[in-house]
C-alpha cells in the first residue's frame, strides 16, 4: 500500500483534501490520512463498491472530507479522479492486524485457536501484544525492597493509553469528564491519586474497611467498602473476620448514579476473582462504554493450595484445563472489541510455576486492554444515541 504524500486545504477548514498517488478501479479503498490512523471507505451505494489502493494501480486522485455539520456528527467522502467524481461513505479505522505483525517477527507464531495445546502457550498469548498505543504512560506504583512487582521492583502502578480516542486528557479541569472505577486498591492506592490529578472522578472499592486518606483529602475520590461479583451478594473473609457486600459492575454504577456516564478507565485487582467477574462483565452491554482496562490476572490455580510442588504430581490434562478456562475468558474480553496492548509478569518468589520442561512462569500479571470500538465514529455515535455524554469537541474525533 502506497502512503498518502500530501494534504492540501484547498476548501474551507470543514473540508479536507487528502491526495493518493494510485488508486484502483475496485475493491476496498483505503489509506493513511493526517491523523495517522488507517482509513477504509465504501461507497455511498454499496459496501462492496469500494476502491483499493495498490502498488500496481496507477490513477492519481483525491479524497475529499466534507464534515456535516456538528449536529449531525456525519462525515461525507467524495472520491475525485480524472475520471470520475464518485460519492464515498467513511466505514471505519482498522487497527493493524497483530497476527500478521507478530508472525511476520516470529516465523514459528501460528495463529490462536480456540483451545490450548500447550500450558506454556497461554503465557504466550499473554505476552503477544496485540495492537498498539501511541502515548502510553505509567500511572502510580511504588518501589518495592524485595524487588518484587513488575522485576524492576515497581509494584502497584497501571498503564493507561491516552490516545485522543480515550479522552482522559481534554476534560479541562471538569473531573465530571473522566470517570475512573477502581476495585481492589486495598493499600495502594498511587494509581488512584494519579488518575485524580488528571482529573478524574475516582472511585475505589475494596472489601476491606480501611478508610484511605485519599478519599478524605481529595473530594473527587470516593471509597466504597464493596466489592465487585458476577452477582448480588455478601462474602464473608475468615482471615479479617469481615463480611462485604458484592455486586455487579452494571449495579454498581446504577447504585452510585453513573449511569450514561462513560467508563474512561476500568481498574479490576481483586486476587483471582477477575475470571467469574469477566465472564459477567463481558456478556453485558455496559461493556462499551467502557474505554480500557487495566486488569490483574491470575493463575494460581496451577499452584494448588499455593503449593508449588502440585503441578509435579498432577497430569497435563489437569493444566490445560486451568489455563483453557482463563484464556476462554480473555477471548470473550476480546469479542466486545478490545484488544491487548501490552502485559508484563507480577513477580512473587513465593509462587511461581514451573512446568513439565522445568521452564518458570510467574502466576500473577498486569494487562492493559483499550476498546478499539472507541476510535470508530460511529460506535461512538451509537453510544451517544443510547446517553452516553460525549464532549463536542470529541465527538468529531
Same mark, same amino acid.
Given at each position: 500500500?502506497?502512503?498518502?504524500?500530501?494534504?492540501?486545504?484547498?476548501?474551507?477548514?470543514? *473540508?479536507?483534501?487528502?491526495?493518493?498517488?494510485?488508486?484502483?478501479?475496485?475493491?476496498?479503498?483505503?489509506?493513511?490520512? +493526517?491523523?495517522?490512523?488507517?482509513?477504509?471507505?465504501?461507497?455511498?451505494?454499496?459496501?462492496?463498491?469500494?476502491?483499493?489502493?495498490?502498488?500496481?494501480?496507477?490513477?492519481?486522485?483525491?479524497?475529499?472530507?466534507?464534515?456535516?455539520?456538528?449536529?449531525?456528527?456525519?462525515?461525507?467522502?467524495?472520491?475525485?479522479?480524472?475520471?470520475?467524481?464518485?460519492?464515498?461513505?467513511?466505514?471505519?479505522?482498522?487497527?493493524?492486524?497483530?497476527?500478521?505483525?507478530?508472525?511476520?517477527?516470529?516465523?514459528?507464531?501460528?495463529?490462536?485457536?480456540?483451545?490450548?495445546?500447550?500450558?506454556?502457550?497461554?503465557?504466550?498469548?499473554?505476552?503477544?501484544?496485540?495492537?498498539?498505543?501511541?502515548?502510553? +504512560?505509567?500511572?502510580?506504583?511504588?518501589?518495592?525492597?524485595?524487588?518484587?512487582?513488575?522485576?524492576?521492583?515497581?509494584?502497584?502502578?497501571?498503564?493507561?493509553?491516552?490516545?485522543?480516542?480515550?479522552?482522559?486528557?481534554?476534560?479541562? =479541569?471538569?473531573?465530571?469528564?473522566?470517570?475512573?472505577?477502581?476495585?481492589?486498591?486495598?493499600?495502594?492506592?498511587?494509581?488512584?491519586?494519579?488518575?485524580?490529578?488528571?482529573?478524574?472522578?475516582?472511585?475505589?472499592?475494596?472489601?476491606?474497611?480501611?478508610?484511605?486518606?485519599?478519599?478524605?483529602?481529595?473530594?473527587?475520590?470516593?471509597?466504597?467498602?464493596?466489592?465487585?461479583?458476577?452477582?448480588?451478594?455478601?462474602?464473608?473473609?475468615?482471615?479479617?473476620?469481615?463480611?462485604?457486600?458484592?455486586?455487579?459492575?452494571? #449495579?454498581?454504577?446504577?447504585?452510585?448514579?453513573?449511569?450514561?456516564?462513560?467508563?474512561?478507565?476500568?481498574?479490576?485487582?481483586?486476587?483471582?476473582? #477477575?475470571? #467469574?467477574?469477566?465472564?459477567?462483565?463481558?456478556?453485558?452491554?455496559?461493556?462499551?462504554?467502557?474505554?480500557?482496562?487495566?486488569?490483574?490476572?491470575?493463575?494460581?490455580?496451577?499452584?494448588?493450595?499455593?503449593?508449588?510442588?502440585?503441578?509435579?504430581?498432577?497430569?497435563?490434562?489437569?493444566?490445560?484445563?486451568?489455563?483453557?478456562? +482463563?484464556?476462554?475468558?480473555?477471548?470473550?474480553?476480546?469479542?466486545?472489541?478490545?484488544?491487548?496492548?501490552?502485559?508484563?509478569?507480577?513477580?512473587?518468589?513465593?509462587?511461581?510455576?514451573?512446568?513439565?520442561? =522445568?521452564?518458570?512462569?510467574?502466576?500473577?500479571?498486569?494487562?492493559?486492554?483499550?476498546?478499539?470500538?472507541?476510535?470508530?465514529?460511529?460506535?461512538?455515535?451509537?453510544?451517544?444515541?443510547?446517553?452516553?455524554?460525549?464532549?463536542? *469537541?470529541?465527538?468529531?474525533?
Amino acid at each position: 500500500m502506497r502512503p498518502v504524500k500530501k494534504i492540501v486545504y484547498a476548501l474551507p477548514a470543514s *473540508v479536507l483534501f487528502v491526495t493518493l498517488y494510485s488508486l484502483g478501479r475496485e475493491g476496498n479503498f483505503s489509506g493513511e490520512a +493526517k491523523d495517522g490512523f488507517l482509513h477504509t471507505l465504501a461507497s455511498d451505494n454499496s459496501a462492496s463498491e469500494m476502491m483499493h489502493i495498490t502498488d500496481e494501480t496507477l490513477e492519481h486522485g483525491s479524497i475529499i472530507v466534507a464534515h456535516q455539520p456538528p449536529q449531525t456528527r456525519k462525515s461525507r467522502v467524495v472520491f475525485v479522479s480524472r475520471a470520475q467524481i464518485k460519492p464515498i461513505r467513511y466505514v471505519n479505522r482498522p487497527l493493524p492486524d497483530p497476527a500478521r505483525l507478530y508472525k511476520e517477527a516470529n516465523p514459528q507464531w501460528m495463529s490462536w485457536g480456540p483451545r490450548l495445546r500447550e500450558v506454556r502457550d497461554y503465557f504466550r498469548y499473554l505476552r503477544t501484544p496485540q495492537v498498539n498505543c501511541r502515548k502510553l +504512560k505509567r500511572m502510580g506504583g511504588e518501589v518495592q525492597c524485595d524487588r518484587s512487582g513488575d522485576g524492576e521492583g515497581m509494584d502497584g502502578h497501571k498503564y493507561i493509553c491516552m490516545e485522543p480516542a480515550f479522552m482522559l486528557t481534554q476534560n479541562q =479541569g471538569d473531573v465530571r469528564e473522566c470517570l475512573t472505577l477502581s476495585f481492589g486498591t486495598h493499600f495502594e492506592t498511587s494509581f488512584d491519586e494519579v488518575m485524580a490529578d488528571l482529573p478524574c472522578e475516582v472511585h475505589m472499592f475494596d472489601v476491606l474497611d480501611y478508610r484511605p486518606l485519599l478519599a478524605a483529602v481529595n473530594p473527587n475520590v470516593y471509597f466504597h467498602q464493596e466489592g465487585i461479583a458476577a452477582e448480588r451478594r455478601v462474602d464473608i473473609y475468615s482471615n479479617s473476620n469481615a463480611t462485604a457486600q458484592m455486586f455487579t459492575l452494571r #449495579e454498581h454504577v446504577s447504585r452510585l448514579n453513573l449511569t450514561n456516564r462513560l467508563i474512561h478507565v476500568l481498574k479490576v485487582d481483586i486476587e483471582n476473582s #477477575e475470571w #467469574e467477574v469477566f465472564k459477567d462483565i463481558a456478556n453485558d452491554p455496559i461493556f462499551n462504554a467502557v474505554g480500557q482496562v487495566a486488569l490483574e490476572v491470575h493463575t494460581l490455580d496451577l499452584v494448588k493450595d499455593l503449593n508449588t510442588s502440585w503441578s509435579k504430581n498432577v497430569p497435563k490434562e489437569e493444566w490445560l484445563q486451568v489455563t483453557q478456562a +482463563k484464556f476462554d475468558v480473555l477471548r470473550a474480553i476480546e469479542a466486545r472489541g478490545f484488544r491487548r496492548v501490552l502485559y508484563w509478569d507480577n513477580y512473587q518468589r513465593a509462587y511461581p510455576y514451573f512446568d513439565d520442561t =522445568g521452564a518458570r512462569y510467574e502466576t500473577s500479571g498486569e494487562i492493559l486492554y483499550i476498546n478499539t470500538n472507541w476510535y470508530d465514529p460511529a460506535f461512538r455515535k451509537r453510544l451517544a444515541d443510547q446517553g452516553y455524554e460525549f464532549r463536542d *469537541v470529541l465527538q468529531r474525533y
